[in-house]
Nanobody, 121 residues
Framework: QVHLVESGGGLVQPGGSLRLSCAVS????????MAWYRQAPGKKRTLVATITSMDDTHYVAPVKGRFTISKDNANNTIYLQMNNLKPEDTGVYYC???????????????WGQGTQVTVSS
């Protein structure tokens, strides 16, 4: 089983920055796709950014040019650098990974518990 723990959320003024981290632990063979999602109050959870094992990245239009997803393979940690934050970026941010298990080579998904980001003056 794989566990994800997010950190780095908080309250920030518009135009400010935050860096989210997602520590991955557990028994897995490889991490395949990794992603950050967010859920605004009263809305569904939506994709923010993805990164593959080959470091290919993808961003949704509202965050492109402001957010950067990256990973540290040695420490099994995924990051989301968020710059020029806007009030509409407010929400709970979740980390998600697809991982391959050693025994069967099957691929499973796992979610973290989320970290709150609030952008307000």
């Amino acid at each position: 089983q794989v566990h994800l723990v997010e950190s780095g959320g908080g309250l920030v003024q518009p135009g400010g920055s935050l860096r989210l981290s997602c520590a991955v632990s557990g028994d897995f063979f490889t991490l395949n796709a990794m992603a950050w999602y967010r859920q605004a109050p009263g809305k569904k959870r939506t994709l923010v950014a993805t990164i593959t094992s080959m470091d290919d990245t993808h961003y949704v239009a509202p965050v492109k040019g402001r957010f950067t997803i990256s990973k540290d393979n040695a420490n099994n940690t995924i990051y989301l650098q968020m710059n020029n934050l806007k009030p509409e970026d407010t929400g709970v941010y979740y980390c998600n990974v697809d991982y391959m298990v050693r025994t069967s080579m099957e691929i499973f998904g796992s979610w973290g518990q989320g970290t709150q980001v609030t952008v307000s003056s």
